[in-house]
């Protein structure tokens, strides 16, 4: 009898049975939905990448074009002026200030590419890197449960909010890694006959995670869990168990191949390399080792001389990358980074427990959880068991995929639900188990009802869209903004602008000895060094002790009163403090850190202590001295137009101000004993607001008196503030004049005092 062959499928099927279009299609959907914001990225007036630390990526990209793609490792621009180890991976911003250098010999021939190229190039990659991501679902998904799967898994990768908000043009940061690796990892090793080159592709992910992302030194660990996992389910299969752990050697062996160098010669990191890749190396040897051990039990008794010089040679590959690697590795530091490791995810470090990405998963609302992580998040106890009873009954080769997306996505959930950080390690293997439960829901429903009817098949599309619609609706509705959706970079922007315009240059490294830092807030410190081009002392940046020195002596500063914090900027040669609006109670804790234990004392009084701060005192009081001898000579220089609430003060004030430590010039004069001098002025700002200079001294015993003034009675290019009349200086032998001009201020020159008679004391 002839076979009647099936028709080929038409319309939406065909469509749908073409890879290489639903590829397509899903590639651009993903990437439209990451250009959401293109708006408030490429403006009339700038480019502005997203959130904080994008800046600092920016730093490294920028200095990396400059230095013929050197990235710093050590970096005195934060933690100044001692810098610190900033510990990022250094391929990111490689890659980025590459690309960049790239595109613009192509387009525009020699030479290196001026910032405004460099910023819009790495604010468009990511975008372009993360669209692949819902690709990468589809195709995973649709391996292991057909195409109506890839697609699911696909469009949820697409419009996932915990996914594209990392992955948006401007966001310039190492997180568009975390889940394009994991599913480039997870394509090539959860398949059914996994072959060498796949291995290679998975070690190749797992190196590129290594070299750019934080938290994928954990794919290392989750590849040990497949290796273990697979031998274990596959022990019934020694064929299938054998090819699963030669894949898996494959994998071991280009991760360490891929990372050898970086590791042995310091090529990257002439200061010291990452210790995350120093301990991921470690691993790696010694779970290729075991792997290899492993592969040769299975393989013992076999007469089978090919097999036996395939495993000499991985021996000697393995034991030859040992030779060359392992002497230069520091264990101390290995040792120190597990230890940081294991504390790093469960936020054990109180400061690290503070920021939004170290919050659990759960810690949002119903409805803020919900709109980013989709209704499906609700329903995933339920996919995990339906993934489950599906995989249970088959026999054990076929289920083996199953069976690890299942056990990948149970354990990247755990990480995330201890740290919102991990959900790049979450997303796809989430995506895919979801995909898997919904497109057996009909047939299951059917087996449950025993009845099969084409009205099943309708209740998985209408699941799909009831718990796809937040999201939806989520995305479609969100705001255009500029950095921050807080509004907080808006306010400061005109303010970190001015410091890059009308304050001294400092050097690129920020190791001269004419360098300074600007003080400020820990939280906008990215900003001071991506915007203004200057040096911090405190910035978000606190995964090392010299880092959270750098935290708590930046705190301390602003929570210190002004004689005490003034000794610290010495110090820390600060010249510049910009003041914006901080949480006191958080500042006042991260003042309190012991360096010793690790931890924050408690500051009962936290709310006392900050009303005498220095951060109290300028905000208020403009800095105006009013009898502290500290404050002589740290001036008002700049400020915002416009004015915002700052939290512990019931008046709002200016959304940003920058003070500058100048030497001050010095009235002296001669007066009775003991007896109570007052200087005063009056200032203008450059917006034609005006207070009072207030400040008084009292005369020794000789009668001798001797003040610092911090304001000139001219303007200068260094300041929009200036006095509008003579410093007056009010003594029990009559009243004084004094006038300083800008060079009197900086060089701390002497003021010649003129006598001021009754007509002029009355005017």
């Not at 210790?275 to 040897?285: K, N, S, Y």
């Not at 959304?655 to 007896?675: D, H, M, N, S, Y």
Request: contains cysteine.
């Amino acid at each position: 009898m002839a076979t009647t062959l099936a028709p080929p499928p038409t319309g939406v099927r065909r469509l749908l049975y073409r890879s290489a279009v639903m590829l397509a299609l899903i590639y651009l959907l993903g990437l439209a939905i990451r250009l959401s914001n293109l708006d408030g990225v490429f403006t009339d007036f700038g480019i502005f990448p997203i959130s904080t630390d994008s800046f600092y990526h920016l730093r490294r990209i920028h200095f990396a074009v400059a230095h013929g793609l050197q990235v710093p490792d050590v970096d005195h621009y934060v933690n100044f002026p001692d810098g610190a180890r900033v510990n990022w991976p250094f391929g990111f911003d490689w890659l980025y200030a590459f690309v960049a250098q790239a595109t613009y010999t192509l387009f525009q021939g020699s030479g290196r590419p001026d910032e405004g190229w460099t910023t819009a190039v790495a604010c468009w990659l990511t975008p372009l890197l993360g669209a692949f991501t819902p690709c990468l679902g589809y195709a995973i998904a649709t391996r292991l449960g057909g195409v109506w799967a890839g697609v699911t898994a696909g469009l949820i990768l697409a419009w996932l909010p915990s996914l594209w908000v990392v992955c948006a043009v401007g966001y310039v940061d190492h997180h568009v890694f975390e889940s394009l690796c994991t599913g480039l990892y997870l394509w090539a090793v959860v398949r059914e006959h996994p072959a060498n080159r796949h291995g290679v592709v998975a070690g190749s992910a797992l190196a590129i995670g290594l070299l750019c992302a934080t938290i994928l030194p954990l794919l290392v660990g989750l590849h040990a869990l497949v290796t273990l996992g697979g031998s274990l389910l596959y022990r019934s299969e020694p064929a299938a168990r054998q090819a699963h752990l030669r894949v898996s050697l494959w994998a071991w062996l280009t991760l360490l191949i891929w990372l050898a160098p970086f590791v042995a010669t310091r090529m990257a990191e002439p200061h010291g390399v990452n210790p995350a890749l120093m301990t991921a190396w470690l691993a790696g040897w010694l779970a290729a080792g075991a792997t290899l051990i492993a592969l040769g039990w299975t393989t013992a008794g076999k007469d089978n001389s090919q097999s036996w010089h395939r495993q000499s040679g991985w021996f000697l590959a393995w034991a030859g990358l040992g030779v060359g690697v392992l002497p230069r590795l520091w264990p101390g530091e290995v040792w120190h980074f597990v230890q940081y490791g294991v504390q790093h995810i469960g936020a054990a470090d109180p400061w690290l427990a503070t920021i939004f990405e170290s919050q659990p998963l759960l810690q949002s609302s119903f409805a803020d959880t919900t709109n980013n992580y989709t209704g499906f998040l609700w329903l995933l106890p339920l996919a995990w068991v339906a993934v489950a009873r599906e995989a249970w009954p088959k026999s054990r080769p076929d289920a083996v995929p199953h069976w690890m997306i299942w056990g990948v996505s149970l354990l990247t959930t755990g990480l995330a639900l201890l740290q919102l950080k991990f959900s790049g390690l979450f997303a796809v293997p989430f995506a895919v188990v979801i995909a898997l439960a919904l497109v057996r829901l009909p047939d299951w429903l059917a087996r449950w009802s025993q009845h099969q009817t084409r009205r099943w098949a309708i209740l998985p599309a209408v699941l799909f869209a009831g718990m796809l619609a937040p999201t939806v609706n989520f995305t479609i509705g969100a705001p255009t903004y500029l950095v921050s959706p807080t509004g907080a970079f808006v306010d400061a922007e005109p303010t970190l602008r001015w410091l890059a315009t009308h304050t001294p240059a400092t050097s690129p490294r920020g190791d001269a000895p004419h360098d300074y830092a600007v003080l400020c807030d820990w939280t906008p410190g990215h900003w001071v060094i991506g915007v203004a081009g200057r040096p911090t002392v405190a910035s978000p940046l606190g995964h090392t002790q010299p880092l959270r020195m750098g935290i708590r002596d930046g705190a301390a500063m602003l929570v210190l009163p002004p004689e005490a914090s003034f000794q610290l900027m010495e110090a820390r040669r600060v010249r510049y403090v910009l003041i914006t609006p901080l949480s006191p109670k958080a500042t006042a804790h991260n003042a309190a850190w012991d360096p010793a234990t690790g931890t924050s004392t408690p500051w009962e009084d936290w709310n006392e202590r900050m009303k005498a701060s220095l951060y109290a005192r300028l905000v208020a009081d403009e800095g105006i001295p009013r009898g502290d001898a500290a404050l002589t000579q740290l001036r008002l220089v700049c400020e915002s137009d416009f004015e915002t609430d700052y939290p512990l003060f019931k008046q709002p004030h200016a959304a940003a101000k920058v003070f500058e430590r100048v030497p001050g010039a010095l009235i002296t004069g001669q007066t009775t004993p003991g007896a109570r001098v007052q200087i005063s002025t009056r200032i203008r700002t450059y917006f034609q607001r005006e207070f009072d200079y207030l400040d008084e001294v009292v005369a020794d015993a000789e009668g001798r008196f001797a003040r610092r003034v911090p304001y000139a009675q001219q303007k200068s290019p260094l300041t929009t503030l200036a006095a509008v009349a003579p410093y007056r200086i009010v003594t029990p032998e009559g009243v004084f004049a004094a006038v300083a001009t800008e060079a009197d201020i900086t060089q701390g020159r002497t003021l010649q005092l003129t006598q001021v008679t009754e007509e002029t004391a009355g005017d």
